[in-house]
């Protein structure tokens, strides 16, 4: 199975700040049809996660731009710039490209 | 809009069974591989299950800590998922969600909780 590594496990951020989260896997995310089938979730407090970016920097509907991803092959970057507190939850990356599919361990993102 | 309404969750003892469905609406149902998601307390994301569409034979897949116990079944009549659970042990104690895309729609989830 490919393994997704993310880091750091957790941050502790003031509003307004920017902040990146990297995600590593085992071995290429790139899929035969030449696309990277590499996702961010966000799961606020007490909630569904919920699909923030897809296939590496493609941002779902409704999520502000203040939210960018980066990346390719095996390594990828979260950015969010300037925090809002609406932004604090646990984030995952998600590989689709090599069944099983699999999750990073997460990051949460706090408030200092 | 899309939704995806997880039902039947609730506390069984250990070894018992408990069945869980999902309702979807606002896609072509018959046409999406559907799958659920388990997030133990506190911790993090586990693919459970998966099924495929009709063309696809219904294919399923398990993983390895729940293969041989759970079932994963659809019926597209109904747009309808189910998770048969069968055997279960107190790890089993999870909020299962169902998910399509794989991971573009999530439903609420479902706690189920295997306690003696």
């Known amino acids: 199975d490919v393994v997704m590594t993310q880091t750091p496990p957790s941050l502790s951020v003031a509003i307004g700040q920017s902040v990146s989260i990297s995600c590593k896997s085992s071995?290429?995310?790139?899929?035969?049809?030449?696309?990277?089938?590499l996702h961010w979730l966000l799961q606020s407090p007490g909630r569904s996660p919920k699909r923030l970016i897809y296939?590496?920097?493609n941002l779902g509907s409704g999520v502000p731009d203040r939210f960018s991803g980066t990346g390719s092959q095996k390594d990828f970057t979260l950015k969010i710039s300037r925090v809002e507190a609406e932004d604090l939850g646990v984030y995952y990356c998600a590989q689709t490209t090599h069944f099983p599919y699999t999750f990073g361990a997460g990051t949460k993102l706090e408030l200092k | 809009a899309v939704q995806l309404v997880e039902s039947g969750g609730g506390l069984v003892q250990p070894k018992e069974s408990l069945k869980i469905s999902c309702a979807a609406s606002?896609?072509?149902?018959?046409?999406?591989?559907m799958y659920w998601v388990r997030q133990a307390p506190g911790k993090g994301l586990e693919w459970v299950a998966r099924i495929r569409t009709k063309p696809n034979n219904y294919a399923t897949y398990y993983a390895d800590s729940v293969k041989g116990r759970f079932t994963i079944s659809r019926d597209d009549s109904k747009s309808m998922v189910y998770l048969q659970m069968d055997n279960l042990k107190t790890e089993d104690t999870a909020m299962y969600y169902c998910t399509a895309g794989p991971v573009d729609y999530w439903g609420q989830g479902v706690m189920v909780t295997v306690s003696s």
């Open positions: 296939q590496v920097s």
């Open positions: 071995q290429s995310l790139v899929y035969s049809d030449g696309k990277t089938y």
């Open positions: 606002g896609f072509t149902f018959s046409n999406a591989a």
